[in-house]
Antibody, heavy 131, light 108 residues
């Protein structure tokens, strides 16, 4: 069974740094994208960014570019989300999720079309930033 | 960035009702639209992918339709376990994606 296991809850002070992790189990290769999603209390899901485990290609949401750093360790199939200086407004739940896909054959002759989705999710890491 | 607009932001319904949630991207995305369900304190779960395809293990009470800039999620015969928040998500620009703001489905 494929699963993503996230690191435990964190309590930090403003200005401190933090690195949380998301380790994949049951994956038979590193050809996977793992992304991060923020969920603040009372708010909706926010896409933060994503990393390809095999070559560390990383994409950030414009809202989070420069605010966080996403990295990975291919050998352990682990993705990381890092802050250099936390703010109280960073308090919330952070989920990792892997990008799956489904291939459809359409047209004549059949041409493959790929559709992507977040199919495997970690249970989330709660981050609390308070003085 | 593709912006995703969901409506309504919340709705109240009764067990057995049929409800519809709408999602409109700011530009055409073909059928690259997914729907998720999230319950309080839990990770989201994938319900529908590629606009209308039911994900493995998801009850057929859920269905999706649409293409381009107009998509809907329909839940027929609402059950107590369906009261949750629902999000649409575009995958047209994969691996860069965006979520809608969510629709909270509450018990009337």
């Amino acid at each position: 069974e494929v699963q993503l296991v996230q690191s435990g809850a964190e309590v930090k002070k403003p200005g401190e740094s933090l690195k949380i992790s998301c380790q994949g189990f049951g994956y038979n290769s590193t050809n996977h994208w793992i992304g991060w999603v923020r969920h603040l209390p009372g708010k909706g899901l926010e896409w933060m960014g994503i990393i390809f485990l095999n070559d560390f290609d990383t994409r950030y949401s414009p809202s989070f570019q420069g605010q966080v750093t996403i990295s990975a360790d291919k050998s352990t199939k682990t993705a990381f989300l890092q802050w250099s200086s936390l703010k109280a407004s960073d308090s919330g739940m952070y989920y990792c999720a892997s990008l799956g896909y489904h291939e459809f054959l359409t047209g004549s002759p059949p041409v493959p079309q790929f559709y992507y989705f977040l199919d495997v999710w970690g249970k989330g890491t709660t981050v609390t930033v308070s003085s | 960035d593709i912006q995703m607009t969901q409506s309504p932001s919340s709705l109240s319904a009764s067990v057995g009702d049929r409800i519809t949630i709408t999602c409109r991207p700011s530009q055409t995305i073909g059928r690259s639209l997914n729907w998720y369900q999230q319950k309080p304190g839990k990770a989201p779960k994938l319900l529908i992918f590629a606009a209308s395809n039911l994900y493995s293990g998801v009850t057929s009470r859920f269905s999706g339709s649409g293409s381009g800039t107009d998509f809907t999620l329909t839940i027929t015969s609402l059950q107590p376990e369906d009261f949750a928040t629902y999000y649409c998500q575009q995958s047209f620009r994969t691996p860069s994606i965006t979520f809608g703001q969510g629709t909270r489905v509450e018990i009337k």
